[in-house]
């Protein structure tokens, strides 16, 4: 499991992107900029990462983690320094949480059964190196990756 200081990060990262995607229906305007702004600036601040609303995968997401097509809607990294990651997309597949488990365990992942399950709310993969927590649906899917311990 990560430290309890990279799980807080984590945890402020989470309720940051999920407050943003519920209270932000619009994109490209002023009040949005300004919202997005905020919120990066709010994030940043509280776990001394960086995060984007909308745009790539920060420059050091793990490249050995297969993330499906879709918009990113908050992507960014606890600590800017590899303690993890978070990335919540608006996904282009009929299947999309299919699809990630697909592209995971292809990858390597294999789910790790006693971490995952219904009360959890999504599923944990590992490869070794990395620790993947995927969780979606039709319209949102969310990757939180953190080294494995």
């Given amino acids: 499991m990560p430290a309890p200081r990279l799980r807080g990060r984590l945890a402020a990262l989470s309720a940051v992107a999920l407050a943003t995607l519920v209270l ?17 600036d709010t994030v940043e ?5 960086d995060v984007e609303l909308g745009g790539d995968l920060p420059a050091d997401f793990p490249a ?3 993330v499906i097509d879709g918009t990113i809607e908050v992507a ?3 600590g800017g320094n590899g303690d993890g990651w978070m990335v919540v997309l608006t996904p282009e597949g009929a ?3 299919a699809d ?11 789910e790790d ?3 995952s399950g219904d009360a959890a709310g999504g599923s944990v993969y590992t490869d070794g190196q990395y620790v993947v927590v995927l ?3 039709a319209t949102t899917v969310t990757y939180t990756v953190f080294p494995a311990p």
């Fill in 24 to 40: 932000t229906g619009c994109v490209g305007n002023p009040v949005q900029d300004l919202v997005d702004r905020t919120v990066e």
């Fill in 76 to 78: 960014g990294g606890a």
């Fill in 45 to 49: 601040g509280a776990t001394g990462g």
């Fill in 100 to 110: 990630a488990t697909s592209a995971l365990t292809a990858s390597g992942f294999t």
């Fill in 64 to 66: 050995s983690v297969p």
């Fill in 95 to 97: 299947d999309p949480v």
């Fill in 113 to 115: 059964a006693s971490l």
């Fill in 135 to 137: 969780a979606g649906d």
